[in-house]
């Protein structure tokens, strides 16, 4: 049985209030979400020994979201990732994106849905949050109405259920972008951690980190997780696709179709697990390289330094409007986004 709580949270630069909706569930363990961003804030699981702490990086007020360029926690929205040359083609429509990622688009342009107060309300043991995204924002065409439902359940498991209906024809692919240290979120480095992709192949990138449309075989590439490997062994290997990026940021591409089991997350000195789920088709390991150390700072004003945090995004593959090999996130008028992403955590 999960109990939400609702709590304020202080106040954005425009005056609008902010609130905290605490999901927490019958064993003690926790998930604190905002509904600027409809960010996750903090999870709370348990370690080895039974002892709750913070999983998830964060900040102590609506300025730290307001002001960050990092996406800490965020949902991304209506573009997860890049989109080549900040345009795309969409029937006989060409659309024209901001640029804010060198020439190319990337999380849903200056002011996506990391940045939009979103509408909560708590529906049984599940946070509802909805957003309204207007015909043109970000250069996005169609009114495209979104709903996030976010649940946490006895056996620790996050779900995020993700869905959208639009009036024209549009793109969406929607993600979140929580960085998550399984030892703790101040607890440093997550180069000791562990992960296994259940992916063979992934999208080949070029120096932006943007794919070309080739997919490879992971095998024989530091980009090879089908069985554990610590992060840190080879984030610096002389090998072209982690050059480019400065560490890991790719879009693997699960085996399987459908719900599976996409990715598992260990840290050694916690004994903390991450089992990430999803039914859709990618996942961007992204492993916090460009984390600086810069304001904001995060909870308790401490610095969030390089690698500090990483992300498991789930999501369509990137620059997939350029491919025809790439399944597509468009839209249909009228038709249904919907696709669920869980995170559930345990100890080995």
């Given at each position: 049985?999960?109990?939400i709580t609702k709590k304020p949270f202080g106040k954005l630069s425009?005056?609008?209030?902010?609130?905290?909706?605490?999901?927490?569930?019958?064993?003690?363990?926790?998930?604190?979400?905002?509904?600027?961003?409809?960010?996750?804030?903090?999870?709370?699981?348990?370690?080895?020994?039974?002892?709750?702490?913070?999983?998830?990086?964060?900040?102590?007020?609506?300025?730290?979201?307001?002001?960050?360029?990092?996406?800490?926690?965020?949902?991304?929205?209506?573009?997860?990732?890049?989109?080549?040359?900040?345009?795309?083609?969409?029937?006989?429509?060409?659309?024209?994106?901001?640029?804010?990622?060198?020439?190319?688009?990337?999380?849903?342009?200056?002011?996506?849905?990391?940045?939009?107060?979103?509408?909560?309300?708590?529906?049984?043991?599940?946070?509802?949050?909805?957003?309204?995204?207007?015909?043109?924002?970000?250069?996005?065409?169609?009114?495209?109405?979104?709903?996030?439902?976010?649940?946490?359940?006895?056996?620790?498991?996050?779900?995020?259920?993700?869905?959208?209906?639009?009036?024209?024809?549009?793109?969406?692919?929607?993600?979140?972008?929580?960085?998550?240290?399984?030892?703790?979120?101040?607890?440093?480095?997550?180069?000791?951690?562990?992960?296994?992709?259940?992916?063979?192949?992934?999208?080949?990138?070029?120096?932006?980190?943007?794919?070309?449309?080739?997919?490879?075989?992971?095998?024989?590439?530091?980009?090879?997780?089908?069985?554990?490997?610590?992060?840190?062994?080879?984030?610096?290997?002389?090998?072209?696709?982690?050059?480019?990026?400065?560490?890991?940021?790719?879009?693997?591409?699960?085996?399987?179709?459908?719900?599976?089991?996409?990715?598992?997350?260990?840290?050694?000195?916690?004994?903390?697990?991450?089992?990430?789920?999803?039914?859709?088709?990618?996942?961007?390991?992204?492993?916090?390289?460009?984390?600086?150390?810069?304001?904001?700072?995060?909870?308790?004003?401490?610095?969030?330094?390089?690698r500090e945090g990483l992300c498991l995004e789930t999501q369509f593959?990137?620059?997939?409007?350029?491919?025809?090999?790439?399944?597509?996130?468009?839209?249909?008028?009228?038709?249904?986004y919907r696709h669920v992403t869980v995170y559930k955590f345990g100890?080995?």
């Open positions: 049985m999960t109990k425009t005056g609008e209030k902010v609130s905290l909706y605490e999901l927490k569930n019958s064993s003690g363990a926790f998930v604190e979400i905002i509904d600027f961003g409809g960010a996750i804030r903090s999870i709370f699981v348990p370690d080895k020994n039974g002892a709750l702490a913070d999983v998830a990086l964060g900040y102590d007020s609506p300025e730290g979201y307001e002001t960050q360029d990092k996406f800490i926690g965020a949902l991304i929205g209506r573009h997860g990732n890049r989109i080549e040359d900040a345009k795309f083609r969409l029937g006989r429509k060409v659309y024209t994106l901001a640029k804010n990622d060198g020439r190319n688009s990337l999380h849903g342009g200056i002011k996506g849905f990391d940045k939009k107060l979103w509408s909560g309300e708590v529906d049984g043991e599940t946070l509802v949050l909805k957003y309204l995204s207007p015909d043109g924002e970000e250069g996005f065409p169609g009114n495209l109405e979104v709903t996030v439902r976010y649940s946490f359940s006895d056996d620790n498991a996050l779900m995020i259920d993700y869905s959208a209906v639009c009036d024209q024809d549009t793109v969406c692919n929607l993600t979140n972008h929580c960085y998550f240290n399984l030892d703790g979120e101040s607890a440093g480095s997550i180069l000791g951690h562990s992960l296994k992709i259940n992916a063979t192949h992934f999208t080949v990138g070029n120096s932006e980190c943007l794919p070309t449309g080739y997919v490879a075989k992971v095998e024989g590439t530091p980009l090879d997780f089908t069985d554990f490997h610590v992060i840190g062994e080879r984030i610096d290997s002389k090998h072209e696709q982690i050059k480019f990026c400065n560490g890991y940021d790719h879009n693997f591409c699960p085996d399987g179709e459908g719900f599976r089991k996409v990715a598992t997350l260990c840290a050694e000195r916690s004994g903390r697990v991450m089992d990430v789920y999803t039914d859709l088709p990618g996942i961007q390991f992204y492993s916090g390289n460009a984390l600086n150390g810069k304001p904001p700072f995060g909870k308790g004003n401490r610095v969030i330094s390089r593959w990137p620059n997939s409007l350029k491919f025809d090999n790439f399944e597509k996130p468009i839209l249909k008028k009228g038709e249904k100890v080995k």
